[in-house]
């Protein structure tokens, strides 16, 4: 592989779709229709930046960052680092931001996508390189760099950052469940050798919305309803967060067209209404249930939860051959019973001056011992990464 030389861009749409979306093929989380949407519906507005590791003429490697200032990032970064002494922390003006962010908003894995097709010694080359000029920037504008929502498979993304000294801390685990089978009765089977009765509460679970007059089904146009799901959006995120839900409207209107059959919305309806939705995002064997609303004035107690976030979706991959469905992150307990298992997630940092990574040290250490005793004791954490666990 000859030189590499890196460029950057503040908008997806300066780099060929298809030269992009070959750095991580049917990955829906690095898609360049993805990171468009991003930018097109998040609230604020992002301030992406993306790092282009050219050979050539050749794209071989990118780096999906953004200027992460106050705000929502703030919260959910500061959170997962200092957990309960977040509050104390913002009101003392302490915060890990303004920071530079690497990954996109809402995903697991694949912060820096590298063209497959390079043998491992010229991988490691383009992530080295991405990352000096990732630094460089960092260093000129006095920030720390921050990587979250690193996972097991991307070890060999982990041991570079390590390398370059960057801080680990383990972060609250991503829930997962493996669909290995034929039929849903096979699911059902599956829970019924782990519980004696889960899988009798499953289906009383199926019951109880179907007496309620509660149907789920995938909507084919979501652009049509995207007034009805951005309220029950809303209202689910300012009751559950105390805050506006920070996506647009347009996340709706826009999902087809950005995504095509990737991104599938489920809805449920009582009667003509619309009360409950759920957002998921699919790559050629993964799926990513990203957001789910409930309108609970309207539900109350009917078990719709269950219904639109675990039920109809397994069902859908059992019958659309997906592998896996990822569920996001807390209600361990609830996940496990229905099967889900744990996998370690990673958040790195490189601090902007040696007072700050002395500072980080014990704060990571402590953080990533609270959050392993935070998991109840039944669930199952796969680690997937212990030579490079911090």
Same mark, same amino acid.
């Given at each position: 592989?000859?030189? $590499?030389?890196?460029?950057?861009?503040?908008?997806?749409?300066?780099?060929?779709?298809? !030269?992009?979306? !070959?750095?991580?093929?049917?990955?829906?989380?690095? #898609?360049?229709?993805?990171?468009?949407?991003?930018?097109?519906?998040?609230?604020?507005?992002?301030?992406?930046?993306?790092?282009?590791?050219?050979?050539?003429?050749?794209?071989?490697?990118?780096?999906?960052?953004?200027?992460?200032?106050?705000?929502?990032? /703030?919260?959910?970064?500061?959170?997962?680092?200092?957990?309960?002494?977040?509050?104390?922390?913002?009101?003392?003006?302490? #915060?890990?931001?303004?920071?530079?962010?690497?990954?996109?908003?809402?995903?697991?894995?694949?912060?820096?996508?590298?063209?497959?097709?390079?043998?491992?010694?010229?991988?490691?080359?383009?992530?080295?390189?991405?990352?000096?000029?990732?630094?460089?920037?960092?260093?000129?504008?006095?920030?720390?760099?921050?990587?979250?929502?690193?996972?097991?498979?991307?070890?060999?993304?982990? /041991?570079?950052?390590?390398?370059?000294?960057?801080?680990?801390?383990?972060?609250?685990? &991503?829930?997962?469940?493996?669909?290995?089978?034929?039929?849903?009765?096979?699911?059902?089977?599956?829970?019924?050798? *782990? #519980?004696?009765?889960?899988?009798?509460?499953?289906?009383?679970?199926?019951?109880?919305?179907?007496?309620?007059?509660?149907?789920?089904?995938?909507?084919?146009?979501?652009?049509?309803?995207?007034?009805?799901?951005?309220? $029950?959006?809303?209202?689910?995120? *300012?009751?559950?967060?105390?805050?506006?839900?920070?996506?647009?409207?347009?996340?709706?209107? *826009?999902?087809?067209?950005?995504?095509?059959?990737?991104?599938?919305?489920?809805?449920?309806?009582?009667?003509?209404?619309?009360? =409950?939705?759920?957002?998921?995002?699919?790559?050629?064997?993964?799926?990513?249930?990203?957001?789910?609303?409930?309108?609970?004035? $309207?539900?109350?107690?009917?078990?719709?939860?269950?219904?639109?976030?675990?039920?109809?979706?397994?069902?859908?991959?059992?019958?659309?051959?997906?592998?896996?469905?990822?569920?996001?992150? =807390?209600?361990?307990?609830?996940?496990?019973?229905?099967? &889900? /298992?744990? *996998?370690?997630?990673?958040?790195?940092?490189?601090?902007?001056?040696?007072?700050?990574?002395?500072? &980080?040290?014990?704060?990571?250490?402590?953080?990533?011992?609270?959050?392993?005793?935070?998991?109840?004791?039944? $669930?199952?954490?796969?680690?997937?990464?212990?030579?490079?666990?911090?």
């Amino acid at each position: 592989m000859s030189a $590499v030389k890196i460029e950057a861009t503040e908008r997806i749409d300066d780099v060929d779709p298809e !030269a992009w979306n !070959a750095l991580a093929p049917g990955c829906v989380v690095a #898609s360049h229709g993805w990171l468009r949407l991003i930018e097109e519906t998040s609230l604020p507005a992002p301030r992406p930046l993306y790092l282009l590791a050219s050979s050539g003429e050749q794209l071989v490697g990118a780096a999906i960052c953004q200027s992460a200032e106050a705000g929502p990032e /703030r919260r959910s970064i500061d959170n997962a680092i200092f957990g309960r002494l977040a509050k104390p922390a913002a009101r003392l003006g302490i #915060s890990f931001l303004p920071a530079w962010l690497c990954g996109a908003r809402s995903s697991l894995g694949v912060h820096l996508p590298i063209a497959p097709h390079l043998d491992a010694d010229a991988r490691t080359r383009v992530a080295h390189a991405l990352l000096g000029a990732l630094e460089d920037l960092a260093d000129a504008s006095e920030r720390p760099v921050l990587f979250r929502n690193l996972m097991p498979d991307e070890g060999g993304l982990l /041991r570079v950052l390590q390398k370059r000294r960057y801080r680990l801390m383990r972060s609250h685990p &991503a829930t997962y469940l493996d669909i290995p089978w034929r039929s849903f009765d096979g699911y059902l089977e599956h829970l019924r050798g *782990q #519980s004696r009765h889960m899988a009798h509460n499953v289906r009383k679970e199926l019951r109880r919305g179907e007496r309620a007059g509660i149907a789920v089904r995938r909507i084919e146009d979501p652009a049509v309803l995207r007034s009805e799901l951005h309220r $029950v959006a809303t209202d689910h995120c *300012q009751r559950l967060n105390a805050r506006p839900l920070d996506w647009s409207h347009e996340l709706f209107g *826009q999902l087809r067209e950005r995504l095509g059959p990737r991104g599938v919305v489920y809805a449920a309806f009582k009667g003509t209404t619309l009360v =409950a939705y759920m957002l998921q995002l699919r790559s050629d064997r993964v799926a990513y249930n990203l957001l789910i609303g409930i309108d609970r004035e $309207v539900l109350q107690n009917e078990g719709t939860y269950f219904n639109i976030g675990y039920y109809a979706p397994i069902r859908d991959a059992i019958e659309d051959g997906i592998g896996r469905i990822y569920f996001g992150k =807390a209600l361990y307990e609830t996940k496990r019973r229905r099967g &889900a /298992r744990l *996998q370690r997630v990673f958040l790195a940092y490189r601090p902007r001056s040696r007072l700050a990574g002395a500072l &980080a040290g014990p704060l990571f250490s402590l953080g990533s011992r609270w959050l392993e005793h935070k998991l109840p004791a039944r $669930v199952q954490l796969d680690d997937g990464l212990r030579e490079d666990a911090p």
